[in-house]
């Protein structure tokens, strides 16, 4: 009768391990410079038309001279403002997803932005770092995992900011 419930407790593991989400990287070094960061487009909240057109900050999403950008808040804080060397455009992070939890990649604003464009690797030049005690008080009425995971890695890197 043991081996029914032990088999049951097996698979639920299995599947929990399937769905851990992306892997954990090493954050890079808070630099002006920053090399190996990851890239990719995204449509953000703007491309489903039932969802509210504003980033995590409150604020619209923006495509011109500064644009909006996804990433881990605890590794750029909301209103990090950073510039793209390769292209030089510049971006502003007011927006995260669980896609980028975790990792050093950042997810660019781009209103058509092509589905599942593999990530590449670029050297950014941060122009001004956001505030952690600014993310942090965004962070903590938020409901959702993504924002309570981010939390806790901010708090952690940030402890003055508690």
Do not use: H
């Not at 403002?81 to 292209?87: D, I």
């Not at 690797?121 to 309570?148: H, M, N």
């Amino acid at each position: 009768m043991l081996v029914r419930p032990f088999a049951l407790l097996l698979a639920l593991l299995t599947l929990a391990g399937c769905a851990s989400g992306p892997a954990y990287e090493e954050p890079l070094p808070r630099a002006t410079y920053q090399k190996g960061v990851n890239i990719a487009p995204y449509a953000g909240a703007a491309s489903d038309p039932s969802a509210p057109a504003a980033t995590a900050r409150g604020t619209r999403y923006r495509s011109g001279p500064v644009s909006s950008a996804a990433a881990d808040w605890a590794r750029w804080p909301a209103g990090t403002q950073f510039r793209v060397l390769a292209t030089g455009e510049i971006y502003e992070v007011d927006d995260f997803t669980d896609d980028v939890v975790g990792t050093n990649t950042i997810l660019l604003f781009k209103p058509s932005a092509p589905a599942n464009t593999a990530p590449r690797q670029v050297t950014i030049e941060i122009v001004q770092w956001g505030s952690p005690a600014d993310s942090a008080a965004l962070l903590r009425p938020q409901r959702s995992s993504t924002a309570k995971k981010i939390l806790v890695e901010l708090l952690a890197r940030y402890p003055e900011r508690r």
